[in-house]
């Protein structure tokens, strides 16, 4: 049986995918979007957007992945819900296996399959997951209602989470490593000046400890060695994120913490293979600078394609 062979499939529909599926629609090629999860990736979590261009005052991310979907359906994007297991090479295409067995013939492939949180490694957080421990405030707050928490963290995301916390937590303490916050200043404002949140400084967590839940945390001071217990009902984890590339690890290069590697035009070593979003090496993982490396994938990824198909623009 001959299989279809598609002009590109794009693996991942966050915002870099949504955007590569509008810019692939109308350069009219024949495209197919495969999604694990639902349409809008790791921005799903946060709590609002508010430095998206265009949008002047805060949007919550559900709604703006769903104008996002909307207008690459009005395009005709073609999505399909199945995870991509690997990628095999064969000539100048590219058969990409999903765990549903399920399998996609195509020239060229986009891969933006994002990020998930990073875990801690600290004793105790497997154990407690679901039970105190959380990777995502905006979903778990409201759990944590007139009690004491803790987040683990220093970034944008971290920051976020902390102030989405306060409108329900009667007290959030805010755990670094170093002795200074990487948040955006407005951020960082934001938090020191709320009477509800306690910053502490150059420590890590080494146990997250309990019953049948969370009942609190041994930090580690950085400086002195000390170690002292806060008590806590929940803790909310955000020291990074994982790039979701395992599906293609060996096929094309990495960083050293899984993040792809590309040319700038995000093109991989491997010709054909492009990349983009946050699953890709770069220096902001920002919904904006995700929907530019969407549209110039394709932009790419179809300059390859017309030229596998003898298409010369003259």
Do not use: W
């Amino acid at each position: 049986m001959t299989h279809k062979t598609y002009d590109l499939v794009i693996i991942g529909a966050g915002p870099a995918g949504l955007t590569a599926s509008i810019y692939a629609r109308r350069a009219r090629l024949d495209a197919v979007v495969l999604e694990r999860l639902v349409p809008g990736g790791q921005i799903l979590l946060s709590q609002r957007i508010e430095n998206y261009p265009g949008v002047p005052l805060p949007i919550s991310p559900k709604r703006l992945m769903e104008k996002m979907q909307r207008q690459a359906e009005n395009l005709g994007m073609k999505l399909e819900q199945v995870e991509a297991k690997r990628i095999e090479l064969d000539g100048e295409k590219k058969i990409i296996h999903t765990l549903s067995d399920k399998k996609y013939t195509t020239l060229a492939v986009i891969i933006a399959s994002g990020t998930e949180p990073s875990k801690l490694g600290a004793e105790g957080e497997t154990t407690f997951v679901g039970r105190g421990v959380s990777y995502c405030a905006t979903c778990d707050a409201p759990f944590f209602k007139d009690q004491e928490v803790m987040v683990v963290g220093g970034g944008n995301t971290a920051l976020q989470e902390t102030l989405h916390l306060v409108r329900f937590a009667r007290k959030v303490h805010l755990v670094h490593r170093r002795g200074m916050l990487r948040a955006e200043k407005i951020l960082q404002e934001r938090a020191f000046r709320n009477p509800k949140v306690e910053i502490i400084f150059r420590s890590v967590v080494k146990v997250i400890y309990g019953d049948s839940q969370v009942e609190g945390v041994k930090l580690k001071d950085l400086e002195t060695g000390k170690i002292k217990k806060v008590p806590c009902s929940g803790v909310f984890i955000s020291v990074g994120l994982k790039p979701n590339t395992d599906f293609i690890r060996g096929l094309v290069e990495l960083d050293k913490k899984g993040f792809v590697k590309t040319r700038a035009n995000l093109e991989t070593n491997v010709p054909s293979i492009f990349a983009c979003g946050d699953v890709r090496k770069n220096l902001l993982k920002q919904v904006v600078v995700a929907c530019g490396e969407g549209a110039l994938a394709v932009a790419s990824a179809e300059k390859y394609i017309n030229k596998v198909k003898g298409i010369e623009y003259k």
